[in-house]
Structures are given as C-alpha cells and as structure tokens.
C-alpha cells in the first residue's frame, strides 16, 4: 500500500476579476485594497469597500480557510460572488477520495438549503482527482435576514491530491444566475492551476 502524507500548501492562479479577502477584520484597509484590485473609479471603489464590508460576516458564516471575492465589471462597484477554500484533513487511519466524499454529499442533507438543479461529475485535475458539483439552490439571502431566499449557482470542486489524505474543497458562488457559465469557467481555471505541496511521509 503506497503511504500517505498530509497537505503541506498549495499554490494557485487566479484571474484579475477576483481579490483575496481576509476571512477575519483583524486586516484594516483590505476591503479598500480589494475594490483598488478589482474597481475603477475613487467613487466606485469607495461604493464597492463598503460593500465588502457590509457583506463580509456572511462571508465568512461558514468559516473557510481562504476567501477571494469576484467583480466580473471594473466599471461596476458591485461583487457577484465569491470562491471560498475549506481544507479537508482526516485523521491518519483513513483517506478522503472522491467515492467517500461523494457519500457524505449525497444524499444532501444540508439544513436550510434547497438544491433546485445539481449535477455531480467526476474530473481529473493536474493535482488529482476531484469531484465537481454545479448546482442553484434556494437559501437564505443573509444571516442577518434568514427569512428572505434567493437562489445561488454554486461549483464545488472538491479536490483529492495524489498521495495525500488530506483534501481540498473550492466552493464558488454567485447570485447573479445569469453569470454562471462565467463562473464555471473562471472556476475551472482555478482548479486547472491548483500545485500541492505535501509534507514527507513518515517512515
């Protein structure tokens, strides 16, 4: 049986229409530093940093690992979604691979959360395997607000580096539905560029 290590970084590329965005308000001025990243315009950029602002503690709800967030228009101060990473890690007795995630992720048992259309694929990434999920969903429109629903498209990556047992989940989403395919595609070229490092295999 070949032996398994933990992740020890990955490295990734993004596009220019999105910006890293810290997942705790210890960083002051990164929501100014994020709408100069993504947005022309003094006044734009003002409108979009305090957006990001008012939007980061749901941002955040979930408690990702990692946050960037996606301005398709400089012209626009407006962000249309967000890509979240959550970095998976079992303990040593066990591996995460795509046919045990697949069961923990059907059926879906998510509270507050309804799956209007999903598709689930398998793929095969430069750093592994993966399973791709792509779906809309009906949930609550904010924390603040759990009363009021949208639906949101999201594409999930979850990503099984080879040789690790540890794995990675890239969650991208949107509420502008009419921008999906945009972010299929810019989420795929993400995960196309994802690098893994891992740590040495303990003898």
């Given amino acids: 049986m070949t032996a398994l290590a933990h992740l020890q970084s990955y490295e990734l590329s ?29 006044q734009e950029r003002a409108d979009l940093a305090a957006a990001l602002e008012r939007s980061h503690p749901d941002m955040v709800a979930n408690q990702p690992d990692a946050l960037w967030v996606w301005v398709p228009d400089r012209t626009v101060p407006n962000w249309s979604g967000m890509m979240t990473m959550t970095w998976l890690t079992p303990d040593n007795t066990w591996r995460l691979d795509r046919a045990t995630y697949r069961e923990l992720i059907e059926p879906d048992h998510r509270s507050g959360v309804s799956a ?88």
């Fill in 116 to 203: 209007m259309e999903r598709v689930i694929a398998d793929v095969d990434l430069p750093a592994g395997d993966a399973l791709l999920v792509r779906e809309i969903v009906e949930r609550s429109e904010s924390t603040m607000l759990p009363w009021r629903k949208a639906l949101q498209e999201n594409v999930i990556y979850a990503l099984f580096p080879a040789g690790s047992f540890d794995a990675l989940q890239f969650m991208f989403s949107t509420m502008a539905l009419h921008l999906g395919d945009v972010l299929a595609d810019d989420a795929a070229a993400v995960l196309k560029s994802v690098r893994v490092t891992l740590d040495e295999v303990p003898e």
């Fill in 14 to 42: 993004i596009p220019d229409t999105w910006a890293s965005i810290p997942v705790t308000t210890a960083e002051p001025g990164w929501a100014q530093e994020a709408a100069v990243q993504l947005c022309d315009g003094e």
